[in-house]
């Protein structure tokens, strides 16, 4: 399919190969539908750019949809959990491609702390070790840095208290496939291993070198590290998380 309007493309905007491969798990209904009232790909395109550009809803550019239409068929994809089978199935293709299993046997688990806004509401909470307000993202992905597992806290809610829906979750999404997820050393204790032994994961617990000078890079932890890097790339992820109608 090419461009469904006339307007000249944003960066941000899907190509039509990538187009070809996301189509069919936006489609919640058919073309023809009544309710229909702006192209499908052109809905997705102005999620893509509020995604990549960090902007306010109500901020859409004028040669999008109206804001309101996008966020509200952008609520009926993630209702519909169009993005998670979608990054399932695109993990286990790469897989495929780089010569691994289709699903892993080993992921990597971390958190990441963002700042609040005043629209982070409730969401925000006080993270003493990072002495950060706001939420924080527990993450948890392959080996190859594809996502297994993603959700958000309050900044306030630790490490360890977090691995029981991770691991949970992980298990879901690969088939009780994992055995052995990697973690840093906030994830120590009696109660995050047995958390997750629970769901048929042993942590491995990857402590820094004990005469640490500099940057150093640890086995396996720096997977992790670059998927955090990787979403920086879209602006509305890098200060907060938040879900409102900004």
């Not at 399919?1 to 941000?12: D, F, L, N, Q, V």
């Not at 286990?92 to 299993?101: D, E, K, N, S, T």
């Not at 080996?143 to 298990?171: C, E, F, N, P």
């Not at 120590?188 to 005469?211: F, M, R, S």
Request: proline share 5%; with cysteine; net charge positive.
């Amino acid at each position: 399919m090419g461009m469904s309007c006339a307007r000249k493309p944003y960066p941000s905007d899907v190509s039509d190969e990538e187009w070809s491969l996301v189509v069919p798990y936006l489609t919640l209904m058919t073309q023809t539908a009544p309710q229909r009232d702006h192209a499908m790909r052109e809905l997705f395109n102005a999620l893509r750019y509020v995604i990549r550009y960090g902007i306010a809803w109500r901020a859409m550019p004028n040669d999008f949809p109206p804001w309101a239409a996008v966020y509200q068929q952008s609520q009926r994809w993630l209702g519909a959990g169009c993005f998670e089978t979608l990054a399932q199935d695109l993990r286990a293709l790469l897989r495929l491609a780089a010569g691994r299993p289709e699903e892993p046997t080993a992921a990597i688990i971390d958190s990441r702390t963002l700042r609040s806004i005043p629209e982070s509401g409730i969401r925000a909470g006080y993270d003493g070790a990072k002495r950060k307000r706001g939420s924080k993202v527990h993450m948890a992905v392959d080996t190859l840095g594809h996502l297994l597992d993603l959700h958000v806290t309050s900044a306030d809610v630790g490490d360890r208290a977090a691995v029981r829906r991770l691991a949970a979750d992980i298990q879901d999404a690969t088939g009780d496939s994992v055995k052995l997820a990697y973690v840093d050393q906030g994830y120590t204790g009696k109660a995050a291993a047995d958390a997750a032994a629970a769901e048929g994961i042993a942590l491995h617990v990857v402590k820094l070198p004990e005469a640490k000078r500099g940057f150093v890079l640890l086995p396996r932890r720096w997977v992790v590290e670059r998927s955090f890097a990787w979403a920086t790339r879209c602006r509305r992820l890098v200060p907060r998380v938040i879900h409102n109608v900004g």
